[in-house]
C-alpha cells in the first residue's frame, strides 16, 4: 500500500500547495472534458436522431432503393416489386411507405420551412407512435394530417394553436387541415415531420405516381424465421432493390452519418482536439513542477529514494488532476446536455457508458502528458548537486 | 577498530580520450567509525566529487571504494542503493521540499523504511526536530523559516534515519558564521551521540575545531593523510 500511498501523498500536497497553478490544471482538463463530452453528445444525438423515424417503424423487413443513401433522400422504386414479396409464403403483409420533404407553412408567421413528410395507408399501422396508431381513422379523411410536437419551434405552437382551433395550413402549397399531433423527435435531415395517408400525400403532391415508392414495408405471420425470409426474398427480388431488417435499417441509417456523411469525421476531430489541448496543460503543469523540484527530488534520490518512486508521484499526479477536472467537467456538461435538449430539441442524454467513456478518454489523456513529462525527471540527478 | 570507509587507489576523470580531465589521483584514505572528518582544499581539487563517488551518487572505475563493506567500483543500482540509505545527505542548499512542513520533511527519509507506523515515523522526526533546537517550528514551512533553521531542518532530515555515514558538502556556505557554527555544532553533537561517521567537504575555515581530523585536496591527490 505505501508504494502507492506515499508518492501518491506526496503528489497532492504538491498540488495544494500552489492553489494558482492546480486551479490552472483543474480548468484544462474541464475543458478537454466538456468539449469531449459536447462532441460524443452532438455525435450520439445526431445518430440517434437521425435513426428516430426508422426505429419506430413496424415491420420486420425494409426494401429500399440501393442507390438510396439514407431514408431522408430516397430513390424510388415500382410498388410492383414490394407486391412480388407477397408470393413467399411468410409474407403477412406488405405497405409502401412514401416520402417527401416539402415547405410547411408556419401558421402564424406564413414562413415555409422544410419538413418531412411520411404517407402510409393509416389501417397499414406503419409507425409504432401512439397517437399515429389511434388516429388511423381521422387519418383516412381527406386533407387531414398529423403534427410532430417535437418539430422545431420555427413550425410554430402547433398544439396551442389546435387547441385554440387553427388548424389549417399549407404543406406544397397545398391547404389541408391538422388534426392532431403525436411524438417522434427532430433529426439532422429534418427539422420536422408530419404523418399523412398515401392518398393525402399523393394531393399533396400530385406529380407524386402512386407505383413509385421510397419504402417497402414487410410484416411477417408470427413465427416465421425472418433471416431466412429474408434470404429467400433477396433471391426473389430485383438486383436492385436493398433487403434490410429492422436492425440492419437502422445500421444502414446511421452509418450513412458516420461515413457518407463527414459529421462523424468531424465530431471524432472536435474529440481529439479537446484531448490534445487538455493532454498540452496537463503535460505543461506536470512538466513544470518536475523543473521546479528538481534538487528536491535529487536530495532525495541522494538519500535512496528511487527513480521509480518519482514516476509514481507525476502518475498519482496526472491522477488527481484527471479526477478533480472531470467531476467539474462532468457537471457543466451535465448542464450543457440539458441546455441543448431544451434549447435546440436535440436528444442528449448523459448515460453511464458515455460517462466512463469520457473518464477513460480523460485518464489516458492524463497517463500520455505523465510519459511525456517524466523524461524530465532525469534532469534530477543527485550526482550534479553537490 | 574496523574503517567504515576504506579507499585505496583511487583514480577518476572526466571525460574520454583526448579530453580526458584527471580529477582524482590514487587517492588512498580510511576512515573510523565515528571519525568526523573534515576534507578542504582549493575548488577544483576534487573534493565534491569524491563526495559523490563514496556517496554512491557517481560511478567510479579504478581502485577500490569500500563503504559500508560494499565495492563501489563498477557496483549495481542496487548496491550504490543500499549505500545510499544508509548514509545522511547535507548540501549547501537545504533542498526541502517547499509544500512539505519541516516534520513532514524530515520524515520523509523515515518513509523508505516500511516496518515504520506514521504515528511512529513523525514521533521520530520531532524527536529529532527538537533535537536540532526546532521543537517549535514542527508545522512550519521551509519559507516560514531563517537560513539557519532550514540547515538545522535538513541536518535533522540527514539523521533522523541513524545513518551510519554523513556526508556534507559546504553545509555552512549560505550561512552568517553563527548560524553556520551553530549547525555544524549540532550536527558533530548529534553525531557522536548515534556514533555517526561525517566526512564534511569545506572552505570554511571557521569549522575546522569541530573536526577529529581535517584532510586536504589538491589537484586531486591527498596532501596529508
Known amino acids: 500500500m505505501t508504494y502507492l500511498y506515499f508518492p501518491a501523498r506526496l503528489a497532492w500536497r504538491q498540488l495544494v500547495h500552489d492553489r494558482t497553478k492546480l486551479i490552472a490544471a483543474i480548468f484544462g482538463v474541464l475543458f478537454a472534458c466538456v468539449l469531449v463530452f459536447m462532441q460524443l453528445g452532438f455525435k450520439d444525438s445526431l445518430y440517434a436522431s437521425a435513426a428516430s423515424a426508422p426505429s419506430r417503424l413496424s415491420g420486420d423487413l425494409f426494401l429500399m432503393h440501393k442507390q438510396s443513401e439514407a431514408m431522408w433522400r430516397p430513390v424510388n422504386f415500382k410498388r410492383s416489386e414490394l407486391m412480388r414479396t407477397l408470393g413467399h409464403p411468410a409474407v403477412a403483409q406488405v405497405s409502401p411507405l412514401y416520402i417527401a420533404l416539402a415547405p410547411f407553412k408556419n401558421i402564424e408567421t406564413e414562413v415555409k420551412r422544410t419538413l418531412m413528410v411520411y404517407g402510409f395507408n393509416p389501417d397499414a399501422q406503419l409507425f409504432d407512435i401512439n397517437n399515429v396508431r389511434n388516429m388511423h381513422g381521422e387519418l383516412q379523411l381527406k386533407d387531414t394530417v398529423l403534427f410532430d410536437e417535437y418539430s422545431r419551434p420555427e413550425f410554430g405552437p402547433i398544439r396551442q394553436l389546435l387547441e385554440a382551433g387553427q388548424n389549417v395550413t399549407e404543406i406544397n402549397d397545398y391547404k389541408l387541415k391538422i388534426i392532431g399531433t403525436f411524438q417522434l423527435g427532430v433529426s439532422f435531415a429534418a427539422d420536422g415531420n408530419v404523418v399523412t395517408s398515401d392518398l393525402n400525400f399523393m394531393r399533396i403532391f400530385p406529380n407524386k405516381k402512386p407505383g413509385d415508392i421510397e419504402l417497402g414495408v414487410i410484416k411477417l405471420h408470427p413465427g416465421a424465421s425472418i433471416k431466412q425470409v429474408q434470404a429467400e426474398l433477396s433471391s426473389l427480388l430485383n438486383e436492385f432493390v436493398n433487403i434490410f431488417t429492422f436492425e440492419e435499417l437502422l445500421e444502414y441509417e446511421k452509418l450513412y452519418w458516420s461515413n457518407t456523411a463527414p459529421i462523424g469525421f468531424i465530431f471524432g476531430f472536435g474529440t481529439v482536439m479537446g484531448l490534445v489541448v487538455g493532454l498540452v496543460i496537463v503535460y505543461q503543469i506536470l512538466f513544470t513542477d518536475i523543473a521546479n523540484y528538481r534538487n528536491e527530488f535529487a536530495t532525495l534520490k541522494a538519500m535512496g529514494y528511487q527513480h521509480g518512486y518519482f514516476i509514481r508521484v507525476v502518475f498519482a499526479s496526472a491522477f488527481f488532476l484527471a479526477i478533480l477536472g472531470f467531476i467539474p467537467g462532468y457537471i457543466l456538461s451535465l448542464g450543457l446536455y440539458h441546455l441543448a435538449e431544451s434549447q435546440i430539441f436535440m436528444p442528449m442524454p448523459m448515460s453511464f457508458s458515455k460517462v466512463t467513456t469520457v473518464f477513460f478518454f480523460i485518464l489516458s489523456m492524463c497517463a500520455t502528458a505523465s510519459f511525456l513529462a517524466i523524461r524530465k525527471l532525469k534532469d534530477a540527478n543527485p550526482a550534479d548537486m553537490f | 577498530m574496523p574503517a567504515l ?34 576534507m578542504t582544499g582549493p575548488s577544483g581539487s576534487g573534493k565534491t566529487t569524491f563526495l559523490t563517488i563514496i556517496g554512491g551518487l557517481r560511478q567510479a572505475s579504478n581502485g577500490s571504494v569500500k563503504v559500508l563493506d560494499q565495492q563501489l567500483i563498477n557496483s549495481t543500482e542496487q548496491v550504490k542503493v543500499k549505500v545510499r540509505q544508509q548514509t545522511g545527505y547535507i548540501f549547501q542548499q537545504h533542498n526541502l521540499l517547499k509544500p512539505l512542513t519541516a516534520l513532514q520533511n524530515v520524515s520523509m527519509t523515515l518513509e523508505m523504511h516500511n516496518h515504520m507506523t506514521e504515528r511512529e515515523r513523525l514521533t521520530q522526526a520531532a524527536d529529532m526536530l527538537k533535537a536540532v533546537g526546532l521543537g517549535d517550528r514542527l508545522n512550519y514551512k521551509p519559507e516560514q523559516l531563517s537560513g539557519g533553521q532550514r540547515q538545522r531542518v535538513s541536518i535533522a532530515r540527514a539523521l533522523v534515519g541513524k545513518p551510519r555515514i554523513v556526508l556534507a558538502d559546504e553545509p555552512t556556505a549560505s550561512l552568517d558564521k553563527q548560524s553556520g557554527q551553530d549547525a555544524v555544532g549540532i550536527l558533530k553533537q548529534l553525531a557522536k551521540e548515534l556514533g555517526t561517521t561525517i566526512l564534511l567537504v569545506t572552505h570554511d575555515y571557521r569549522i575546522l575545531d569541530i573536526a577529529d581530523r581535517v584532510v586536504e585536496l589538491e589537484d586531486g591527490m591527498i596532501q596529508n593523510a
Not at chain 2, 17 to 33: A, D, F, R
Open chain 2, 5 to 38: 570507509i576504506d579507499v585505496h587507489n583511487l583514480d577518476f576523470s572526466f571525460g574520454s580520450g583526448e579530453l580526458t580531465q584527471p580529477v582524482l589521483k590514487n587517492v588512498t584514505i580510511s576512515i573510523n567509525k565515528g571519525e568526523v572528518v573534515l
